[in-house]
């Protein structure tokens, strides 16, 4: 009896033992994998580049900017004109980085046009632009483009990109109701916190085709459909909104912790993640714990309400490893703070979200990269929040992840300041000396001048950019058709393209080809994608959009110009103007006006044709 | 390895036992993440195939109305199933062409899918992998992963691209490119309709062009021809137009972008027949493409689905049906370049499939369509080495649920086994991880494991000769 009962202890004994030692063999090998790498299986060290955004910014503008003729140079001594000067040019003296000198008054006007309408300014405004002896004349065009209506529709178009609202995703009515929405919020510069916190809290009790429910048609467009597609997944829609919201508005990817712990995976991609878990992440998706997307029809209609009893961490996932453990207090995961449960969740996450100073942070690097080509933090959705305060800035090898820490903050700070006001964030940085430096740069141009913006770094038109500018500089507009999404009644025909509020109002086969060639940005999952291609190239030589609108006929401003009394010369400057916005250099000018001597019609054509395919046609400088 | 419910293999204690070696014990399943014990195979691959011609059936082909028919109340008078060798049932009314070229082809009716989401599961044709958003910038398509490694054989007079897409939809995963891959292998992105696109200069503007492209040499000349600087590491937009050029100025271009009356007459006037046409001419020509990618859209029939009108099953099986087997007679009646004796469909391998299936039995009373389906659905397979006239895998009497795979592996073949599958035709060593990757994740052309459950993919050896 004894013996059995030594042998149970002995072996109780052994298995616990055997226990410990597998345990603490999974925990080393959990550790040890992470930096292991498996022998047997083929490796390709190949040489690739390391995505490196301001390279990419430095080297292209270094090479393109050297074959722009930039025609003489602003003269004006640089102007230290608000915080954004002084940060930079503070550093850049500090640092004895050199900077280019201004941009003349063709390139700043066509780049302000582009920047803040979409799209390039016509002859005439171009010509009263430069013509103006005012001292203040920038700041007066600034304060011109923010008030007009292409800005409103420029941004529009662009934050519906932003937004990924996908007309197939949620149906044409609340996609009509929510770009309306979106539009007159921008342009009676409805504070950012405001726009966002409505989207964050709004509900559609008679789904989200319901004008006034046009806010939730944020939410309801990440909702996670179940094995069918009239199943709901609460709690991975929730997860989607947190990703998403956080993404857009924090500039952080909580995609990873979404799945997995930081620890052991992150080490090497965002040192304040690797502390989090996916507690953390449930915690912040707890805010939406209540909230429930329901699909009446699949990718068309949804309700948006607040009925649920919390976030559940038993239940299924479509999209993600299951949860565990139980109940989930909403914690907002920058600050710790823990949601008060006896009142609505989603107001106090908005409030949270937008009063926290990385909101703002996020939201003006964001802008600042579509103004200056570069993100202050570049990728803009890749903040590492364990390395942005220079006053306690991360072990080696970790860096400060902005370039200019101080810089960013206090943008930051200036705009919460001025109520979240996008127009003015805007005009900031538009009357910024930086801003308005030109692409050329005299001298030899370092890749470590990079982070100081000593220079504009170009960019290549975008696609829409690109349609508008070729429709606008030869005048043959595409007039396309449009109905009313709910009513199908004519709407005005399409001229600009983001007059359209989403793509699909379109309806040209042949626009839609050409635009798509140029990465337009698909609102489904993925978004702009830049960088050219041989397919623009030959859409922008031998696409009939291109060659249709050369031609000397249907109102061209070809046509218009060669059956004018016009001279020769004066043809090749119309045409620079209206194309280019800019005059010919003395060269360029001698070559295209032999050609128009030689044969009217042709050269003219012919002309324009080159125009179209120039690089200054096609880049942002 | 059993299946859980959803099909899904799952690992079983005693697999990971004789798998990895280590006991589970109790609560430890948290902290232990498996080894990668597929390192211990050594990839051997079959290098049949110098070309890959995919035609993704975008939307989700029915496999119990076209391949793997089943017959019941709903089936319409015309379908006409017959019985044809090695158990396969097809619809004659449909698919008499195909019914032709059956000797030449290997069918297939025990492909799985991973996603039943059009977007996601497309995402997973194009790549063969799951789509992550974390990802997803830098995961490159399977034909760009094709093309980079199969640049080394490109030749000096090699003008049209390596990967060319032909009517990628713009909706859901949209085309996938060359992601951390250099921009040389991403598709070329062409819109085929019932006429082809026009990479050569406009009918009639030839003159013009070239005109044209010596007076932009002269406006541009000293602007275009500046160096910049030794360490380039992007493409300069000049030599998008120097390639465009080379491909409009290539003699070769206008035959390959013309379908005669004749092509259109046996391959079908429709899109999906240009698109083959096409890409027939392109392998012909030899001008440097070895990566199609022809979508044919529309098989999303959630309603109405053998209604014959414009874009529902009926209309757009025909359409197919056309297309794909002239494309295969041509293929296998023109003689290869490289392999003396052999055909260019010999070393053409050809894939045509949807991301998943649609389901089974009587469709819906209101609808009349059918949903989704993800546990088993059927595709065709041929040249590059795959057998001729063979039939793999066998499903239940709806024609839902496989009853034998048909390969060693005992399960359904997903994305993944077909990436291998490709990528060992091609010679191309499925195996590879690339470290260097710009996030400085590691990239594996085929990823060890899927999703959350421990899957060990490999070539489906059962489809090669």
Not at chain 1, 310 to 331: C, I, M, N, Q, W
Request: net charge neutral; hydrophobic share 40%.
């Amino acid at each position: 009896m004894r013996d059995r009962a030594f042998i149970k202890l002995f072996l109780l004994a052994f298995w616990i033992a055997a226990v410990v030692w597998f345990g603490t063999n999974a925990l080393q090998a959990q550790k040890k994998t992470a930096s292991q790498k498996p022998a047997d299986r083929e490796h390709t060290d190949e040489k690739l580049t390391v995505a490196r955004p301001d390279k990419e910014v430095s080297d292209l503008t270094r090479d393109v900017a050297a074959k722009l003729p930039h025609l003489g140079t602003g003269q004006q001594k640089i102007l230290i004109r608000n915080l954004i000067d002084q940060h930079l040019f503070g550093a850049m003296a500090k640092d004895n980085v050199p900077h280019a000198p201004l941009s003349n008054d063709y390139e700043f006007c066509r780049r302000l046009y582009l920047d803040l309408t979409g799209r390039i300014p016509t002859p005439e405004q171009l010509k009263t632009f430069v013509n103006d002896p005012a001292a203040n004349k920038r700041d007066r065009l600034i304060d011109e483009l923010l008030a007009s209506q292409a800005w409103v529709e420029h941004w529009g178009y662009w934050y519906g990109d932003l937004f990924r609202t996908a007309a197939n995703r949620i149906g044409d009515p609340a996609m009509k109701h929510f770009n309306a929405w979106l539009r007159q919020s921008l342009k009676e510069d409805k504070p950012y916190n405001q726009l966002v916190t409505e989207m964050l809290t709004a509900s559609a009790p008679n789904t989200i085709w319901m004008p006034d429910a046009a806010p939730a048609t944020f939410l309801a467009r990440w909702h996670v459909p179940g094995i069918t597609m009239y199943q709901d997944r609460y709690e991975d829609t929730a997860d989607e909104i947190i990703v998403q919201t956080a993404r857009l508005f924090l500039g952080i990817t909580y995609q990873c912790i979404s799945c997995h712990q930081g620890a052991g995976f992150l080490e090497k991609v965002n040192l304040d993640l690797v502390s989090k878990t996916r507690q953390d992440f449930w915690a912040m998706s707890a805010f939406f714990g209540k909230t429930r997307v329901r699909v009446i029809t699949f990718q068309d209609r949804y309700t948006v309400t607040d009925d649920g009893t919390g976030y559940d961490t038993k239940a299924p996932s479509s999209v993600r490893l299951l949860r565990e453990g139980g109940d989930v207090h909403p914690t907002f995961i920058l600050t710790g703070e823990k949601a008060d449960l006896r009142k609505p969740l989603r107001p106090q996450f908005a409030r949270l979200l937008t009063q926290n100073p990385q909101f703002s942070r996020a939201t003006v690097n964001l802008i600042w990269k579509q103004f200056f080509g570069l993100g202050i933090v570049d990728p803009v959705d890749a903040f590492d929040m364990a390395r942005q305060d220079p006053k306690h800035p991360p072990s080696a090898p970790w860096t400060l992840q902005p370039t200019n820490a101080e810089l960013l903050d206090a943008l930051g700070r200036d705009f919460a300041a001025h109520g979240f006001s996008l127009k003015q964030l805007m005009r900031t940085l538009a009357r910024s000396s930086a801003y308005q430096l030109s692409s050329r740069f005299d001298g030899e141009w370092k890749e470590s001048y990079t982070p100081y913006f000593a220079r504009r770094y170009v960019r290549l038109l975008t696609a829409e950019q690109i349609h508008d500018a070729i429709s606008q500089a030869t005048q043959v507009f595409g007039n396309y058709n449009r109905r009313d999404p709910i009513y199908g009644s004519a709407l005005p025909p399409v001229r600009f393209w983001t007059e359209a509020a989403t793509p699909e109002d379109i309806n040209n086969g042949e626009a839609h080809n050409f635009v798509r060639t140029f990465g337009q940005a698909n609102r489904e999952q993925f978004d702009r994608q830049p960088g050219g291609s041989i397919l623009q190239a030959m859409m922008l030589m031998n696409s009939p959009f291109v060659t249709r609108r050369v031609r000397a006929e249907q109102g061209s401003l070809v046509e218009q110009l060669v059956k004018s009394a016009k001279t020769s010369a004066e043809i090749v400057d119309e045409l620079y103007l209206a194309t280019l916005s800019r005059s010919p250099l003395p060269p360029e000018k001698q070559l295209a006006v032999s050609w128009i001597e030689k044969d009217r019609k042709q050269g003219a054509e012919d002309l324009h044709w080159a125009l179209l395919n120039k690089l200054d046609f096609i880049f942002n400088y | 390895m059993k299946l859980n419910e959803r099909n899904i293999p799952m690992l079983t204690r005693r697999e990971l036992m004789r798998v990895g070696g280590i006991s589970l014990v109790g609560g430890f399943l948290n902290t232990f993440r498996p080894f990668n014990v597929h390192a211990q195979q050594k990839a051997k691959t079959m290098g049949t195939a110098r070309q890959v011609i995919f035609i993704n059936l975008d939307g989700g082909m029915s496999q119990i109305d076209t391949l793997d028919a089943r017959e019941g109340p709903w089936t319409p008078n015309y379908f006409d199933i017959r019985s044809f060798p090695n158990g396969l049932k097809m619809s004659y009314g449909l698919l008499k062409n195909l019914t032709e070229v059956l000797d030449k082809i290997t069918i297939v009716r025990s492909l799985g899918a991973w996603d039943s989401v059009h977007g996601r599961a497309q995402y997973y044709i194009q790549t063969g992998h799951p789509l992550n958003l974390a990802l997803a910038k830098e995961v490159p398509a399977i034909g760009a992963v094709v093309c980079s490694e199969l640049a080394k054989e490109r030749k000096a007079t090699d003008s049209l691209p390596a990967y060319i897409a032909m009517n990628t939809s713009g909706n859901q995963a949209g085309l996938i490119n060359n992601g951390f891959l250099s921009a040389e292998f991403g598709p070329m992105s062409l819109s085929v309709g019932n006429n082809p696109p026009n990479l050569a200069p406009q009918k009639g503007m030839e003159e013009t062009f070239e005109r044209r492209w010596e007076r932009l040499q002269q406006l541009d000349g000293a602007l275009r021809s500046g160096q910049s600087g030794a360490d380039r590491s992007f493409a300069d937009y000049h030599e998008y137009y120097r390639g465009a050029r080379a491909i409009m100025s290539d003699p070769r271009v206008p035959e390959i972008f013309t379908i005669t009356d004749e092509d259109k007459k046996r391959y079908g006037a429709s899109s999906i027949g240009s698109c083959l046409v096409l890409a027939r001419n392109l392998l012909r020509a030899d001008a440097g493409t070895r990566f199609i990618l022809a979508s044919h859209g529309g098989w999303d029939h959630h309603g109405a689905i053998y209604q014959e009108n414009t874009r529902n099953h009926p209309v757009l099986v025909r359409e197919l049906d056309s297309a794909y087997s002239s494309l295969i007679k041509d293929l296998d009646s023109t003689p290869s370049k490289h392999s003396p004796g052999k055909t260019l469909l010999d070393e053409t391998l050809v894939i045509c499939m949807s991301e998943f299936g649609r389901t089974t039995g009587a469709i819906s009373e209101t609808r009349k369509g059918r949903e989704h389906h993800i546990h088993v659905h059927a595709g065709m397979f041929a040249g590059g080495g795959m057998k001729r006239g063979a039939v793999i895998g066998k499903t239940d009497e709806a024609g839902g649920q496989i009853v034998d795979a048909g390969w060693s592996a005992k399960r359904q073949i997903y994305m993944e086994d077909l990436a291998c599958t490709i990528y060992s035709a091609l010679g191309i060593n499925w195996t590879k991880i690339v470290q260097n990757t710009p996030s400085g994740r590691a990239f594996h052309y085929v990823e060890p494991a899927s999703g959350t459950k421990y899957v060990g993919f490999k070539p489906v050896q059962e489809f090669f000769a």
